[in-house]
């Protein structure tokens, strides 16, 4: 990877949900891993291209060196980056090389981060 990046992601996992004061269930979260990298808008209208599903909904993609995230799953992830808040749509290490990861994130603001 050239250079430092230019963002840092905390990933964040689900973990136990808890009650508020009316009773209802607010899922916990809590940092899974902090990973330096590069932020990229991806989103765009291309009517000429024909995407998986799981990409086309994304927003930004995230790209880092390697890091073995453990079997996390996307499902059960979010992503903060500069307090605004992502959620996970899809994790890849392009050709399972172990080089770089991808992240798709889809943008969903930056309250309650």
């Not at 230019?6 to 916990?28: D, F, H, W, Y």
Request: glycine share 12%; hydrophobic share 35%; net charge negative.
């Amino acid at each position: 990877m050239i250079g430092r990046g230019n963002a840092e992601l905390c990933l964040q996992v689900k973990g136990e949900a808890k009650q508020n004061g009316i009773g209802e269930r607010i899922p916990s979260w809590r940092n899974e891993a902090v990973l330096t990298g590069w932020l990229d808008l991806s989103s765009g209208d291309s009517s000429y291209a024909v995407y998986d599903a799981k990409i086309q909904e994304s927003t930004h993609v995230f790209v880092c060196g390697y890091t073995d995230l453990g079997g996390v799953a996307a499902e059960e992830c979010r992503a903060v980056i500069d307090g605004s808040r992502y959620d996970v749509v899809l994790v890849d290490d392009p050709l399972g090389m172990h080089r770089q990861l991808e992240i798709y994130l889809k943008y969903t603001g930056g309250q309650d981060a």
